[in-house]
C-alpha cells in the first residue's frame, strides 16, 4: 500500500516477486541457490580460517584472497537470504528502508569486490616484475591502506544511490520484479524523472568497473611481457601457474556482469524478464562459491595448507 509522504508518493514497503514468469518453478530454482550459498559461505570461511591461522599464508596475496572472501560473504547473506525466503516461504515484502539498505550493501560490495580484484593483479605484477622487491612494496600498511581506499570509494560512489532513489516519488506500483532491490529495478517504479539515476549509475560503472578493468587489463600486459622474456620454460610456466586462479576469479567475476550490462541496454526486448533476473542472481553467486574452489586448487600453499590440516599435522613454520 502507498501511504503520501508531504508531497511525494512513498511507498511503506515493496514487494519483491522474485523471478518473474517463474513463480512455478521458484521451488526448483531455489536447490541451485541454496546450494551455491552454502558453499561460498563454508568455502570463503574455510578460506578465512586457513589465511587467519596459517604462517605460511601472511603474505600480500594471501591478504588481499581474505578481502576478496570478506566480500564475497557479505554479497551473499546481503541478498540470498532473502530470495530464498521469497521461493520458500513466499516472505516477498521488504520495507521501504530495508530495501535501500539491501540496495546500498549489495552494490559496495560488488563494486568493491571489482576493486579487490584489481588489486590482486597489481599484486601479481609486483610479484612477477619486482620479485627482489615484493615484500618491502607491498607491506601490511600498504595492503591495508590500499584496501580502505577500495572500500570508500565503493562507499562514495554508492552512497548518492539511496539518496536518489529514496527522494523518488513511487506511483507505479510498489512491485519489484526481482529478488533483491536493484538500483534501476526500484527507480522504475517511479512516477519520476529517472534520467539521474540512470546517468549516475553508467557513470558509476565505468568509474569502478571501467577504471579495474583497464588496470588488470594493464597489469596482466605488463606481466605477459615480463614472462615471455624469461629464460628459462620452467620460470615461465610457474609465473603462468600463480596467475591462472586470478584470472579464473576475473573471468567468473566479470562475465555474468558484462552479460547483465549489455543485454538491459542493447537487447532488453530480446531478452524475457527471467533471464535478466537469474543472470544477475549468478553474478552475485558464481563468484563467491567459485573462487575458494579455484584458488584451493590451482594455488599450491593453499591446497598443502589444506592437506596438512586433514591429515592432522601441524604447520612447521
Not at 521488504?94 to 590482486?120: P, Y
Not at 615484493?134 to 570509494?153: C, D, E, M, Q
Not at 562514495?156 to 506511483?171: A, E, H, V
Not at 517504479?189 to 546517468?199: H, Q, R, T, W
Request: proline residues 5%; positive net charge.
Amino acid at each position: 500500500m502507498l501511504k503520501l509522504n508531504q508531497t511525494d508518493l512513498c511507498p511503506a514497503l515493496f514487494i519483491l516477486n522474485g523471478v518473474p514468469g517463474l513463480e512455478d518453478m521458484h521451488i526448483w530454482i531455489s536447490f541451485p541457490f541454496c546450494s551455491m550459498c552454502v558453499l561460498a559461505m563454508v568455502g570463503n570461511c574455510g578460506l578465512l580460517y586457513l589465511i587467519r591461522y596459517e604462517d605460511s599464508l601472511h603474505r600480500p596475496m594471501y591478504y588481499f584472497l581474505a578481502m576478496l572472501s570478506l566480500t564475497d560473504l557479505v554479497v551473499c547473506s546481503s541478498t540470498i537470504p532473502k530470495a530464498l525466503s521469497i521461493f520458500w516461504f513466499h516472505l516477498k515484502e521488504i520495507s521501504f528502508d530495508e530495501c535501500l539498505v539491501q540496495m546500498f550493501f549489495t552494490h559496495t560490495f560488488t563494486g568493491m569486490e571489482s576493486g579487490v580484484l584489481m588489486l590482486m593483479a597489481l599484486d601479481r605484477y609486483v610479484a612477477t616484475c619486482y620479485p627482489l622487491h615484493y615484500s618491502t612494496i607491498l607491506t601490511n600498511p600498504v595492503i591495508a591502506k590500499i584496501g580502505l581506499t577500495t572500500f570508500l570509494r565503493a562507499v562514495i560512489l554508492i552512497i548518492p544511490f539511496t539518496f536518489l532513489t529514496k527522494n523518488l516519488p513511487y506511483c507505479k506500483g510498489n512491485i519489484i520484479l526481482h529478488t533483491y532491490c536493484d538500483h534501476m529495478s526500484v527507480a522504475k517504479l517511479s512516477c519520476g524523472n529517472v534520467k539521474v539515476n540512470a546517468i549516475y549509475g553508467l557513470t558509476v560503472a565505468l568509474l569502478i568497473g571501467g577504471f579495474d578493468i583497464l588496470c588488470i587489463t594493464i597489469s596482466y600486459t605488463m606481466i605477459l611481457r615480463a614472462v615471455v622474456k624469461l629464460s628459462s620454460a620452467d620460470a615461465r610456466q610457474k609465473a603462468f601457474s600463480t596467475c591462472t586462479a586470478h584470472i579464473s576469479a576475473i573471468i567468473f567475476s566479470y562475465s555474468p556482469a558484462f552479460f547483465s550490462f549489455f543485454s538491459h541496454r542493447f537487447g532488453g526486448h530480446m531478452i524475457p524478464p527471467s533471464c535478466h533476473i537469474i543472470v544477475a542472481n549468478i553474478y552475485l553467486l558464481l563468484p563467491p562459491t567459485m573462487n575458494p574452489v579455484v584458488y584451493g586448487v590451482k594455488t599450491k600453499q593453499i591446497r598443502d595448507c589444506v592437506l596438512r590440516i586433514l591429515s592432522g599435522s601441524k604447520d612447521t613454520k
